[in-house]
């Protein structure tokens, strides 16, 4: 196996190990913020660093989703330019 093609299969095994380590540690957060609603400052800071946080993977509450089908139903404004919100 040529140098070349032994460094780009060592980069698709550690870019494939850090994805499964990340997705790993998201899933056992995931499990601890669903017992206890809290978050270690470590995983806290995983979070911020993968820019996700546990409460995107949980359900969405009904009285939110109704809130969005009543929104979606009632009529839309239309405006000419951006600056029309802010009148």
């Known amino acids: 196996m040529s140098e070349s093609l032994a460094s780009e299969s060592a980069n698709i095994d550690s ?5 499964a380590v990340i ?6 957060i995931l499990e601890r913020y669903k017992q206890k609603r ?14 996700w946080h546990p409460v995107d993977e949980l359900p ?6 109704k809130g969005l089908r009543k929104t979606k139903s009632e009529p839309s ?7 029309d919100i802010f009148e």
């Open 60 to 65: 969405l509450k009904e009285a939110f989703v």
């Open 23 to 28: 997705r790993l540690m998201k899933r056992d």
């Open 38 to 51: 809290e978050i270690t400052n470590e995983d806290w800071e995983f979070c911020e660093r993968i820019d």
């Open 77 to 83: 404004i239309k405006l000419k330019s951006v600056s």
């Open 15 to 19: 870019e494939f190990v850090i994805n």
